[in-house]
């Protein structure tokens, strides 16, 4: 597993006061352009749904959706997106959160979940907790059962562990790497 850490840590890169002066943005473009890096990551991902026993992998808009789709097909899952507000046609669910300034709304078809399904989400970052938070809510609303969160970054700094422990209840959080 370090091997893999050593190789993910690699391939992202840092971003000097992006996207506001003081934030040291991380950026996982350059690990999505390596085919051995990306590869490498979803195997991890995959696994990690595989140990959960996940029947349907849900990604987080944006970032959650690249990595999510090919965790999914890997193992063997349906993939549902969690959108921004007013992006899904259809039936919704939705959910708002509070951001550092001001709040958002994200929702996902009410008919893509259901109380048989297992759900594991992915996103890129773990950072505050917001929005996987809501997304914990939101999947159990639907009437589904949370496996698990897997994301590839955890920004430890931010406190989003803590955060997001009592709503998983129980329910595993595993980060591939924590900076």
């Known amino acids: 597993m370090t091997e893999i850490r050593d190789l993910l840590l690699s391939r992202i890169r840092d971003v000097a006061d992006y996207p506001e002066p003081g934030v ?19 195997d991890a991902l995959a696994e990690i749904a595989e140990s959960t026993g996940a ?3 849900v990604g987080l808009e944006a970032r959650g959706f ?10 063997g899952l349906g993939f549902i997106p969690v959108r921004k507000a007013g ?11 509070d951001l550092e300034y001001g709040s958002a709304e994200i ?7 259901n109380p048989e399904d297992r759900v594991l989400i992915v996103d890129d ?8 938070e809501a ?3 939101l999947i159990r609303r639907a009437g589904a059962e949370v496996a698990g ?13 803590a955060r997001l422990e009592p709503a998983l209840n129980g329910a595993p959080l595993e980060a591939l790497l924590t900076v």
């Not at 991380?26 to 690990?31: E, N, R, S």
């Open 149 to 161: 969160l897997a994301v590839l970054m955890e920004l430890g700094f931010l406190s989003g562990r």
């Open 125 to 132: 970052v773990l950072a505050t907790g917001g929005t996987a």
């Open 87 to 97: 992006k899904l046609p259809g039936a919704t669910l939705a959910q708002a959160y």
């Open 55 to 57: 029947t349907k992998v």
């Open 107 to 113: 929702e996902v078809h009410a008919e893509d979940l």
């Open 135 to 137: 997304a914990v809510e």
């Open 24 to 42: 040291m943005f991380k950026d996982i473009t350059p690990l999505l352009a390596d085919p051995a890096a990306f590869t490498a990551l979803t």
């Open 66 to 75: 690249i990595l999510g789709a090919p965790v999914a097909v890997r193992a």
